[in-house]
């Protein structure tokens, strides 16, 4: 898969979203996602620009990976967000536990990391 579409495949899970959603969106078939992703190819500047709009990203952060017009905070705000929404289920499931399983459970993280 081409870097074009693993970030977009990032951006949608990190949405909530589905390709079905994007395609409809974009006004094309799924099934033109399923062949660049299998082409390994990028689309057309107008395609692109589609996907990124619906996405709400830039053709720059899709093509490249990098986003220029977004300030070092406004980056770190984004990547913890999809820090948290990959680590939500385990994230809520801690909430319930009592304060000296949370203790327990970082100190088997901080020994894991060593």
Do not use: H
Not at 42 to 49: D, G, I
Not at 64 to 80: A, H, I, P, R
């Amino acid at each position: 898969m081409s870097d074009f579409w693993k970030r977009v495949d990032e951006e949608i899970e990190y949405k909530g979203i589905n390709r079905a959603f994007l395609a409809r969106k974009c006004d094309f078939s799924v099934t033109n996602i399923g062949q660049g992703i299998k082409l390994g190819s990028t689309p057309s500047a107008e395609t692109a620009v589609k996907i990124a709009t619906v996405l709400g990203v830039s053709v720059e952060y899709l093509v490249t990976g990098e986003n220029q017009s977004l300030t070092k905070k406004e980056e770190n705000e984004q990547n913890q967000l999809k820090l948290y929404r990959k680590y939500q289920n385990l994230i809520s499931k801690c909430e319930k536990l009592p304060d000296n399983q949370i203790d327990f459970l970082g100190q088997v993280a901080d020994r894991l990391e060593k």
